[in-house]
């Protein structure tokens, strides 16, 4: 199944098999969804630092406790915590310093 990514540097789409976390197929294919920062200092997946944080413009709705207060109050989604699914597209928060910025304080 395809994953489009959204990034700096354009888009990309990703073969990816349903079920593994997003975290890990960004990593495996070079699209970290981590600062230069957090690539060493992060919780290894486990959804305890919130600096995994990326957008997703198309695909499953939050189900995890904190990717739905995420949503609620307009912040990027754990990437660990998403499993890869059918039809979805991502984009990387490249604005970020460590944790993810509000939707609304984004700057275009």
Not at 47 to 62: F, K, N, Q, S, Y
Request: neutral net charge.
């Amino acid at each position: 199944m395809s994953l489009v990514v959204r990034h700096a540097d354009g888009e990309t789409v990703i073969d990816a098999l349903p079920g593994r976390t997003l975290r890990d197929v960004l990593r495996e294919h070079g699209l970290s969804p981590y600062t230069r920062l957090t690539e060493r200092a992060n919780c290894g997946g486990r959804g305890l630092c919130a600096t995994c944080g990326v957008r997703i413009r198309e695909g499953p709705g939050p189900d995890h406790w904190h990717d739905r207060l995420a949503d609620r109050f307009g912040y990027p989604r754990l990437s660990c915590q998403v499993d890869v699914r059918a039809g979805m597209v991502v984009e990387l928060d490249e604005e970020k310093v460590v944790w993810g910025r509000r939707e609304s304080e984004r700057v275009e």
